[in-house]
């Protein structure tokens, strides 16, 4: 399996050349969320063939390894920063970033960054969590229930509790699956990334940005995403759509659906 080292830590990552007739030169990069793996991902890759993607493990989830006494720590900007990093390791200059629930919130963190704006072609931000006291108390209770009650606590509840009404069984197994393959102590600390999280500097974006809301979405409501759409006033071409229906886990739940979304809006932009 292919590994990154990066500031330390080993990222694991899958690089995906294009493989369409009509192919193009563009890279894409995708940051999956909480309690998710790079694979969550895996379902609209058949709609982007003509792309290079690539998809990775968070540091502390799936099979990139947590360092509980090395790196203890993680953080929206760290995060930002081995998006960066993996490009630099891949000979990326610039891509396309692609960012779901908390790792919604990376693409526009490198947009707006001196280090990454000039590297971001577009930003797509799948239930875009925006930081907020009320996220922050729930993720903090969030770990105490991990650390008392082991990752099965969350395993056996987001699946429904978090998914949209046409979410089938076979889907919610899938999520099951991603969640219980989380190291507890990794995905503490990615639930703490959340609860001490900021706010990207939102008018900072310049480039083009699509963000995609669900209608039914708990963890990332569709009023908090239309409210990080308002403030992108300075993007090139900001656009939010709404899915009916639609709960937090969107590639998931319709990955037909999205994969056509996303490849449509990206042929427009990049």
């Given at each position: 399996?292919p590994f990154?080292?990066i500031?330390?830590?080993?990222?694991?990552?899958?690089?995906?050349?294009?493989?369409?007739s009509?192919?193009t030169?563009?890279?894409?990069?995708?940051?999956?969320?909480?309690g998710?793996t790079?694979?969550?991902?895996?379902?609209?890759?058949p709609?982007l063939?003509?792309?290079?993607?690539?998809t990775f493990?968070?540091?502390?989830a799936g099979?990139?390894?947590?360092?509980s006494e090395l790196h203890?720590d993680?953080s929206i900007?760290a995060?930002?920063g081995?998006?960066l990093?993996l490009?630099?390791h891949?000979?990326i200059?610039?891509?396309?970033v692609?960012?779901y629930?908390?790792?919604g919130m990376?693409p526009?963190?490198i947009?707006s960054?001196?280090?990454?704006a000039?590297r971001?072609?577009?930003?797509v931000?799948?239930?875009?969590?925006h930081?907020?006291e009320?996220?922050?108390?729930?993720?903090?209770?969030?770990?105490?229930?991990?650390?008392?009650g082991?990752?099965?606590?969350?395993?056996?509840?987001i699946?429904?509790?978090a998914t949209?009404p046409r979410?089938?069984?076979l889907?919610?197994?899938?999520?099951r699956?991603m969640i219980?393959?989380?190291d507890p102590?990794?995905?503490?600390?990615?639930c703490?990334a959340i609860?001490t999280a900021?706010a990207?500097?939102?008018a900072?974006?310049?480039?083009?940005v699509?963000?995609?809301?669900?209608?039914?979405?708990?963890s990332?409501?569709?009023?908090?995403c239309?409210?990080?759409h308002?403030q992108?006033?300075?993007?090139?071409?900001?656009?939010?759509?709404?899915?009916q229906?639609?709960?937090?886990?969107y590639?998931?739940?319709?990955?037909?659906l999205?994969g056509k979304?996303v490849?449509?809006?990206?042929?427009e932009?990049a």
């Open positions: 399996m990154a080292r500031d330390g830590i080993e990222i694991h990552y899958t690089d995906t050349p294009p493989s369409s009509n192919a030169s563009l890279t894409i990069v995708f940051v999956h969320g909480l998710s790079q694979n969550y991902y895996g379902p609209i890759l709609y063939t003509r792309y290079r993607c690539v493990d968070n540091y502390g099979r990139s390894r947590y360092y203890p993680t900007e995060i930002a081995n998006v990093g490009m630099d891949l000979a200059d610039k891509a396309v692609v960012g629930s908390m790792g990376v526009t963190t947009a960054s001196n280090k990454g000039d971001v072609i577009a930003c931000c799948i239930g875009p969590v930081p907020s009320q996220i922050a108390q729930i993720f903090s209770d969030r770990i105490k229930t991990v650390m008392e082991g990752i099965e606590t969350m395993a056996n509840t699946p429904n509790a949209g979410t089938t069984v889907q919610k197994s899938f999520i699956e219980m393959s989380q102590e990794g995905y503490c600390a990615n703490r609860e900021k990207p500097n939102y900072g974006v310049t480039c083009p699509y963000i995609i809301a669900g209608s039914v979405d708990k990332a409501p569709a009023s908090g239309q409210f990080i308002d992108l006033v300075n993007s090139s071409g900001r656009k939010i759509d709404v899915i229906e639609m709960g937090h886990w590639c998931v739940e319709d990955p037909d999205l979304m490849a449509i809006w990206i042929a932009v």
